[in-house]
């Protein structure tokens, strides 16, 4: 029974951790046209142009949702990514 649970907890490990790939991914190498000459984001977000202080950090000359959703894109990538390694730590644990 724990073989089960743990190979369960692995495949919605592997779920979570491509859904937050997914996302990441959508949010910043997706954009398009949103007209009136905005650019949209792969989620349907206007973009605006990187404020110099981050692009003094990052090092980019890109456009960004805002820094709302930059800190909550940042929050669902790494949280699905942390979630799917204890997730894995889980299923070891009680595979044990």
Avoid: C
Avoid at 53 to 77: A, S, T
């Amino acid at each position: 029974m724990s073989k089960i649970i743990k190979n369960l907890l692995h495949i919605i490990a592997g779920v979570l951790a491509l859904s937050g790939f997914a996302y990441g991914f959508i949010a910043y190498f997706v954009t398009s046209d949103a007209g009136n000459g905005a650019i949209a984001d792969g989620l349907g977000r206007t973009l605006v142009q990187t404020p110099a202080l981050l692009r003094l950090i990052f090092g980019e000359e890109r456009f960004y949702p805002g820094f709302g959703w930059f800190i909550f894109d940042m929050v669902v990538f790494w949280g699905s990514l942390a979630g799917a390694a204890g997730l894995v730590r889980l299923g070891e644990k009680l595979r044990s």
